[in-house]
């Protein structure tokens, strides 16, 4: 969710932070600010936009070579200038953001103010800042000292930077259960939520774990401790990333960038994965617990979001294709409900960020019951990477749009690499079938480009529903999940309600919505049930309801009855919603732009939920 980053060097920093807050204006923000330190210390911040802070800065002197920045989502307190990060002590001399939630805040607040702290705000950081300045100055506690007592005393998620006006030369930076990446220069240091604020000043980074403590000096030295005191050893990674993968390259937004770029990412997910010729599949992670997997009672996804669909297309294809029990869970619920859960039991979570609150606590459920767990994710060295016992990456890129699209159809990819692999070792696939499905897998890159070109058919469409105040989308089988995504992609970044339901569940309540202002979307490419959604189109035009179709290329019968079709490429069924999400996604970016929506930063949602 919000967005942190911290620079201490040679170098201004202001610039750096600025730049920074504006590559992390993606994860979702309602305002912003930056401290300073030049001797004093100087804070400016304000509700809006990172624009709107830069303006205000513009009559403030601004120079200093140390300080931090944030990007807010309102938790505690509602989105203005007082309640925006960074906040100060009382006495102004410690600067402090903070990612997360302090769950004991109110009983640390009571206790401060009972020693004569003033608030100014309604947050939870304040009162961290706070009591960060009564340790340090009770028991006459360095930076460090305090920061550490501190944070012994808290209960929740924190990722937060610290600077003191008092040692100029120093920032402390820690976390717990929320992300930081402590990115090392030549004799300077960035503390940063993600890679993308620092990737343009080094690629050597530590990522921090659960309730460790950085400590980056300006001589260049640097020390990592947990929140016991001791030092650890840190590992230093380098970053796989490109700043050009950061820009929009020429697009309007990035989501309609990270559309275009399926063709390849989807490529980028299965290389070296497969091999049509010699008919096989590898799935490295996977492999490493294979037989533990093949003899599993059930696999259990948990995910959230757009993540969570994924899973629901994994169950039908592991089910039937390596017929393994499978349970699809909204990591929220999960995680509250005291599952069942034993050692034979195998967890995976999905999530592109690898750093979803909800999906991380249901893994430690999981761990502590004994089960295997396993991470599908997109972001290198992200928390859910690695705290499961194997996993594989999605090779998708970084995705900067709120609404996930590119690293929806690499998440699609690898379960249908895991579903051939066990299918393949369990003996339930057919090598004919499997070599088959092999075969049209590494066609779906070309067929996701032909589906792309023609994108200004799909932006026809778009204009004739675009004012519509509701819409229903209807799949079956492996679409059902594909309707639920194109649901929320629309409500997402169009702000239309809309709702995904399985096509045969229509006539059990949706169907009394159907007039000739509810366009229905039906996900019409299942071979094995075309009678059935041919009668679900009929009901539903009987009802004046305006259908738009997403068919087969060639299938005239549906083609006749509904008001506006859109013909994908034939695959194999099982391969079906690599191809029908697609321009599913583009009528949504369209609708979106036509109704002059925030399409990359769409309002009160974050890229990112690392808080609950």
């Known amino acids: 969710m919000c967005g942190i980053v911290a620079y201490i060097g040679e170098k201004q920093a202001f610039p750096i932070l600025l730049e920074g807050l504006k590559r992390l204006e993606y994860r979702g923000y309602d305002s912003a600010g930056i401290s300073i330190l030049n001797g004093t210390l100087k804070t400016v911040k304000k509700k809006g936009k990172v624009s709107d802070l830069e303006a205000v800065s513009a009559t403030i002197d601004t120079t200093g070579t140390l300080g931090i920045g944030h990007t807010r989502w309102a938790t505690h307190g509602k989105p203005d200038d007082i309640n925006a990060h960074p906040h100060n002590s009382g006495d102004g001399t410690i600067s402090l953001v903070h990612n997360g939630i302090i769950e004991n805040y109110a009983t640390i607040k009571k206790a401060l103010e009972d020693r004569g702290h003033v608030f100014k705000s309604q947050t939870d950081t304040e009162v961290l800042v706070h009591l960060i300045e009564e340790f340090k100055n009770q028991d006459n506690l360095d930076l460090e000292q305090a920061v550490t007592k501190a944070l012994s005393r808290v209960v929740g998620a924190y990722a937060i930077v610290v600077v003191d006006k008092e040692n100029p030369n120093q920032i402390v930076a820690a976390r717990k259960s929320s992300p930081l990446v402590l990115g090392i220069g030549d004799k300077e240091f960035y503390v940063a939520s993600d890679a993308s604020p620092i990737i343009k000043y080094t690629k050597k980074v530590v990522y921090l774990n659960d309730e460790e403590i950085a400590i980056a000096n300006r001589d260049g030295s640097f020390v990592v401790k947990n929140i016991h005191n001791e030092i650890q050893e840190p590992v230093i990674q380098e970053l796989d990333l490109k700043i050009e993968q950061l820009e929009k390259g020429g697009y309007d ?35 490493e617990h294979q037989q533990r997997i093949l003899n599993a009672h059930r696999i259990i996804f948990v995910a959230c ?49 690898g750093e979803t609150a909800d999906t991380l606590a249901a893994l430690e459920i999981a761990k502590e019951k004994g089960a295997l767990t396993y991470g599908i994710v997109n972001v290198v060295g992200s928390s859910i990477a690695r705290v499961t016992d194997s996993g594989s990456y999605i090779h998708a890129g970084p995705e900067i749009g709120v609404a996930s699209t590119k690293a929806f159809t690499s998440q699609l990819v690898v379960l249908i690499l895991m579903a051939l692999k066990l299918g393949e070792k369990k003996g339930t696939i057919p090598s004919g079938m499997l070599r088959e499905l092999i075969y049209g897998l590494e066609s779906v890159p070309k067929k996701v480009a032909e589906i792309l070109e023609q994108k200004e058919k799909i932006k026809l469409i778009a204009q004739e529903i675009q004012n519509k105040p509701n819409a229903l989308y209807l ?28 096509a045969a569940e229509m006539k059990h309540g949706p169907i009394a919505l159907i007039d000739e202002d509810m366009p229905v979307f039906i996900v019409a490419t299942n071979v094995s049930a075309h009678e059935k959604i041919v009668s679900n189109i009929q009901e539903v035009k009987a009802r004046k309801g305006v259908v738009i179709a997403i068919v087969n290329e060639g299938d005239n019968i549906i083609s006749g009855l509904a008001d506006f079709t859109f013909e994908i490429p034939y695959i194999e069924e099982p391969l079906t919603p690599l191809l029908s999400v697609i321009p599913l996604q583009l009528i949504s970016y369209y609708i979106s732009v036509m109704r002059g929506c925030n399409v990359d930063q769409p309002r009160n949602l974050a890229k990112s939920v690392t808080v609950e």
């Open 475 to 502: 799949g079956r089988g492996l679409n059902f999940p594909v309707a639920l995504e194109g649901a929320l992609k629309l409500k997402e970044i169009s702000y239309i309600h809309a709702e995904g339901y399985p």
């Open 305 to 353: 979001g757009t993540s969570w669909h994924s899973a629901l297309i994994a169950e039908y294809l592991i089910e039937d294709l390596a017929r393994i029990p499978v349970e699809v869970e909204y990591a929220s619920e999960f995680r509250y409900r005291n599952p069942i859960l034993t050692e034979k039991d195998v967890v995976i979570a999905i999530s592109q960020s």
């Open 253 to 287: 937004h990035f989501m309609l960038k990270e559309i275009m770029e399926q063709p390849t990412t989807i490529a980028e997910s299965m290389r070296g994965r497969i091999n049509a010729e010699e008919g096989w599949v590898s799935l490295g992670g996977l492999e």
